[in-house]
């Protein structure tokens, strides 16, 4: 016991400190949990992507963190989707552009067509209109179909500049820029043995699994966001 007691002596105080010292996440993740128990939607909102309402899935009233996993970093650049929202733009408008010029060489046919289709849908038409109303069917579905590309091309750059808009996103600082913005995503996955309360009352004992996600780069560090909770 005297050795033990002297070699303790011996190890410098700032040792102990950090071997007490509770993880980021400990903090992190506690006022997360009494937020989403407090269905204080406001802090949620700034923390997570996922929710955890008390009222359908129950609330966490305590926590013991049991792993942290390594961090992961993936490079991230929104420059691809750019391009490809760029591109179905410009096919779009030249879709468009040819579909103009052939609606304006066949106006008075089509407006025909169009009377037509709208007075009696079963009508039989001659073979002239016939073929006017298959052409036109072509650059009706052509036209949906295009914006249907485009609207596609715009939400995938939605959806994928979603977490570092949220990650970024801070009082005083710019907004994000996907234009130029170059840098990395920043993983890591955080287990802990939860106490789960469900909505009816009853208590269980649940393992969670809590992916954390920040992104940085120009410069700027994200804050952390809950990206995913499996387990519940």
């Given amino acids: 016991m005297k050795k033990l007691a002297a070699a303790l002596l011996l190890v410098p105080a ?20 009494r937020a989403a128990k407090a269905r204080d ?38 420059a ?14 030249a879709f468009l552009k040819t579909k103009i010029e052939y609606q304006n060489a066949n106006i008075k046919a089509i ?17 002239a209109q016939e073929k006017i109303k298959l052409e036109w069917d072509k650059w009706r579905e052509g036209i949906s179909a295009h914006a249907k590309a485009t609207a596609s091309a715009t939400a995938a750059i939605k959806s994928a500049t979603g ?12 907004a994000l820029d996907p234009k130029t913005f170059s840098g990395e995503t920043i993983k890591k996955d955080v287990v802990v043995a939860a106490t789960l309360r469900s909505p009816e009352g009853a208590t269980s004992q649940k393992t969670l699994t809590v992916t954390i ?5 120009n410069g ?7 990206t995913k909770i499996s387990g519940l």
């Fill in 163 to 174: 977490l570092a808009e949220a990650s970024l996103t801070q009082p005083g600082q710019a």
């Fill in 213 to 217: 996600e920040r992104v940085a780069g």
């Fill in 80 to 93: 691809p989707l750019l391009e490809a929202e760029a591109k179905a733009r410009d096919t779009e408008q």
């Fill in 220 to 226: 700027r560090e994200g804050r952390p966001i809950i």
């Fill in 111 to 127: 407006e025909e067509v169009l009377k037509i289709e709208q007075m009696n849908p079963t009508a039989k038409l001659t073979p």
């Fill in 41 to 78: 939607n406001t802090t949620v909102g700034r923390m997570s992507a996922v929710q955890i309402d008390p009222r359908e899935q129950g609330s966490i009233e305590d926590f013991e963190i049991t792993s942290i996993g390594e961090e992961t970093r993936t490079p991230l650049t929104f």
């Fill in 14 to 33: 700032t040792m102990l400190v950090v071997g007490c010292s509770k993880p980021p996440e400990q903090q992190f993740l506690t006022q997360y949990f």
